[in-house]
């Protein structure tokens, strides 16, 4: 099992989880980890290098911190310019290949509830990258998600950020 993980944070210098997220996933045999702000900094994406690395690899994990209910800009890019006709459709190169992504959220879990503060779930809101998945015949797994950045204590994020390798490589 290889596992690519393609994180997306424009300012992974300030970041606290996703940094952390990428220093635990470092360590892990059988993980690439990508930072694609760094590879990409113009958002002019290689995309015959994008392919290679997908082919390259069994499940492809894409990391990135919630905003406005979405990924920060470049996975959007991403997502436009790698998955495109006669590779990604048509040609179905990610068939059999899972795809999950990995969020943190500055809102605790609790706020994503239909009687919480953000009044729709993470599933409903990450919604389209199960679709997506479905369309390039992937198979969309759970994701993993790091709530409340803003209000958990170290202790508590480290305790979800331990459980980033199994997620990673696990069955
Ligand atoms: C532009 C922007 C938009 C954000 N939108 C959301 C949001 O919609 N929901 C949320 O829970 N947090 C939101 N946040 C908070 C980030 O998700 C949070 O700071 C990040 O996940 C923490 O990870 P990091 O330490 O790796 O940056 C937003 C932050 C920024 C800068």
């Known amino acids: 099992m290889k596992?690519?993980?393609l994180v997306f944070h424009p300012h992974v210098e300030d970041s606290h989880v996703n940094r952390k997220l990428m220093d635990v996933a470092e360590k892990v045999d059988g993980?690439?980890?990508?930072?694609e702000y760094a590879a990409y900094?113009?958002?002019?994406?290689?995309?015959?290098?994008e392919h290679a690395l997908?082919?390259?690899h069994d499940r492809i994990v894409l990391q990135f911190p919630f905003y406005w209910y979405s990924a920060p800009a470049l996975l959007k890019q991403w997502e436009d310019d790698v998955l495109n006709i006669g590779w990604a459709y048509g040609?179905?190169?990610l068939e059999g290949k899972e795809i999950m992504?990995?969020?943190s959220t500055g809102a605790p879990a609790e706020c994503y509830t239909h009687d919480g503060s953000q009044a729709r779930t993470m599933e409903e809101l990450l919604s389209p990258y199960e679709a997506m998945s479905r369309y390039v015949h992937a198979s969309y797994r759970e994701p993993f998600l790091v709530h409340g950045a803003a209000t958990s204590t170290e202790?508590?994020?480290d305790e979800i950020i331990a459980r980033y390798p199994t997620f990673l490589t696990g069955r």
């Open 54 to 56: 997908l082919q390259e």
């Open 3 to 5: 596992t690519l993980v």
């Open 91 to 93: 040609d179905y190169a």
């Open 31 to 35: 993980v690439t980890v990508v930072d």
């Open 41 to 49: 900094p113009d958002f002019k994406i290689d995309v015959e290098r």
């Open 101 to 103: 992504v990995a969020v």
């Open 155 to 157: 202790e508590q994020l």
